[in-house]
């Protein structure tokens, strides 16, 4: 069997040669572990801070040792008393195309009709991020215009249609006029703004947010969120999700100027983990399966196919190749 291994930690924006393809046995199992198949893997922009050696809400990556994050996989053989073979289990695990883990660390997945797919995105941590984030930090009320930076992604995605579902009106930055024209057509955003080909954002968001912007759910950070920021109304509210634009960043930078936009419009600007909201998951599954069987949240993918395909999908997610949720199909 095969493995991805971090070979190198790197410095700025990560390369294929960070990775290393490495071959192992599989070894026979014991009392309580699994073989598994995995079906899809998950990159994720946070993996980059784990390729770094420094502390964080989860533990660095060791160089010479898989690489590791969300998977779905089939049991191929189970020394289980309650997984069986052919199950569906999802479950933070390593870059293996065979995985021997122990029963404890997976969940098995219901047989619901779901594709299994789904626990990865719009039922699984991207949208818990996007529900937590818009629902309990920024409060969205009907009428209020909410702007979303990395609009066309996993999170934004969602974002979005959570926000017109509360009766918003929302506004999309984005790298692309592709992505501009998606979120418009089949995510139900109002206006989208096209980062790449806007030279001064900060009018171009004005422009579009008529009666400016109560709330921001950044995924970007960086010039963007500076654009943003200066147009803040009264008591805004920001949900700092992520910081994508920075993550590569060698040097120390200077800076938020935006300070000062927070203490004179009363602005709430609060970042968090996904992870802070453990106890009220249930809530957020429970609410995101309504809507999902309700047709109200639409779900997209970018699905790139092959084992070996790993890293290059998961370095796709730094210069936008991604539409929704990037997976790779195993
Ligand atoms: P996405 O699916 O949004 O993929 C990343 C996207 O970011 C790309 O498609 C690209 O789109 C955009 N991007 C990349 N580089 C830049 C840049 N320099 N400037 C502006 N945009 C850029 O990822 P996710 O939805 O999974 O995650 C979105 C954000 O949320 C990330 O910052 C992530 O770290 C964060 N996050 C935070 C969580 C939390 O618990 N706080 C949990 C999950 C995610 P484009 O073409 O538009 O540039």
Redesign the pocket.
């Known amino acids: 069997a095969t493995k991805i291994v971090l070979a190198s930690r790197p410095k700025g924006m990560p390369t294929a040669a960070n990775f290393r393809f490495e071959d192992f046995e599989i070894p026979s199992l014991n009392e309580g572990e699994l073989l598994l198949q995995p079906l899809y893997i998950s990159v994720?922009?946070?993996m980059r801070g784990r390729m770094n050696d420094a502390k964080s809400y989860v533990p660095p990556y060791e160089v010479n040792e898989p690489i590791s994050g969300g998977i779905v996989a089939k049991v191929l053989e189970s020394k289980s008393e309650h997984i069986d073979n052919g199950d569906t289990v999802l479950g933070m695990l390593p870059w293996c195309n065979y995985i021997i883990t122990h029963e404890k660390m997976v969940k098995k997945l219901d047989d619901n009709g779901v594709p299994p797919s789904y626990y990865l995105g719009i039922l699984g941590?991207?949208g818990l991020?996007a529900y937590f984030g818009l629902m309990d930090i920024c409060k969205p009320k009907a009428g209020e215009t909410v702007v979303v930076s990395?609009a066309?992604?996993?999170?934004?995605t969602i974002v979005g249609q959570i926000a017109k579902i509360q009766g918003c009106n929302v506004i999309g930055i984005?790298?692309?006029d592709e992505?501009a024209s998606m979120l418009k057509d089949d995510f139900g955003y109002d206006q989208v703004i096209n980062?790449k080909t806007t030279t001064d954002m900060g009018q171009a968001i004005a422009e579009a947010a008529t009666n400016g912007v109560d709330i921001y759910f950044d995924?970007?950070g960086?010039d963007?969120t500076d654009a943003v920021i200066v147009n803040i109304n009264f008591h805004a509210r920001i949900a700092l999700?992520?910081?994508?634009?920075l993550y590569n960043e060698t040097g120390v930078s200077n800076g938020p100027r935006i300070l000062p936009m927070i203490l004179t419009r009363s602005a709430l600007i609060k970042g968090?983990?996904?992870s802070d909201y453990q106890e009220r998951f249930g809530e957020a599954y429970q609410q995101l399966g309504t809507w999902v069987k309700e047709g109200k949240l639409v779900y997209t993918e970018t699905i790139v196919e092959g084992f070996e395909k790993l890293p290059d999908a998961f370095l796709g997610?730094?210069s936008?190749q991604?539409q929704g949720?990037?997976l790779v199909k195993i």
């Open positions: 994720d922009p946070y941590m991207p991020t990395g066309a992604g996993a999170v934004g984005a790298g692309s992505k980062y995924n970007v960086g963007i999700c992520g910081q994508i634009s968090f983990i996904v997610l730094f936008g991604n949720k990037m």
